[in-house]
């Protein structure tokens, strides 16, 4: 069965371009707009890996994250905040938070499924999935 990836951006143009290429590496990749669309697709379809970008309206990415890790059904999932908030502070911020890979927009198609990969690899290693208080 093919891993599942969930890309959240509010630019449509960024979540067409992820989609195209994680699923030219053999990938399940859907889409959602926002935060809260983010959390229905998580409850509707579980995916191995979430994509998230920061900015966006209704649930900014950081917001969605907590809530990710608040429910223990979903905290283990392993989060990619893709952004184009790169300033130092910006990318220390994203870590702090718990993020599992932080990345920066324009990104190149090589690295995000170099990371994909690894998240991938993590979870079926069993390195993932106890949410806070295994990190």
């Given amino acids: 069965m093919a891993k599942r990836v969930l ?5 449509p143009g960024v979540v067409k371009l992820v989609r195209a290429t994680l699923r030219a590496e053999g990938l399940e990749v859907s889409g959602a707009g926002d935060g809260e669309e ?4 998580v ?4 995916p191995d890996v979430i994509i998230l970008d920061v900015m966006m309206p209704v649930l900014d990415g950081f917001e969605t994250f907590r809530l990710l890790r608040a429910k223990p059904e979903t905290a283990g999932i392993p989060v ?3 952004t184009a908030r790169k300033t130092d502070a910006e990318v220390v911020e994203g870590l702090l938070s718990g993020v599992d890979l ?8 090589k690295e995000l499924v170099a990371a994909t990969r690894r998240m991938l690899e993590l ?4 390195e993932t999935g106890e949410g806070e208080e295994g990190r």
């Fill in 7 to 11: 890309v959240v951006d509010d630019d």
């Fill in 38 to 41: 983010c959390l229905r697709e």
């Fill in 43 to 46: 409850e509707a379809q579980r």
């Fill in 80 to 82: 990619i905040m893709l």
């Fill in 102 to 109: 932080y990345l920066t927009k324009p990104f190149e198609a």
């Fill in 123 to 126: 979870v079926e290693a069993g």
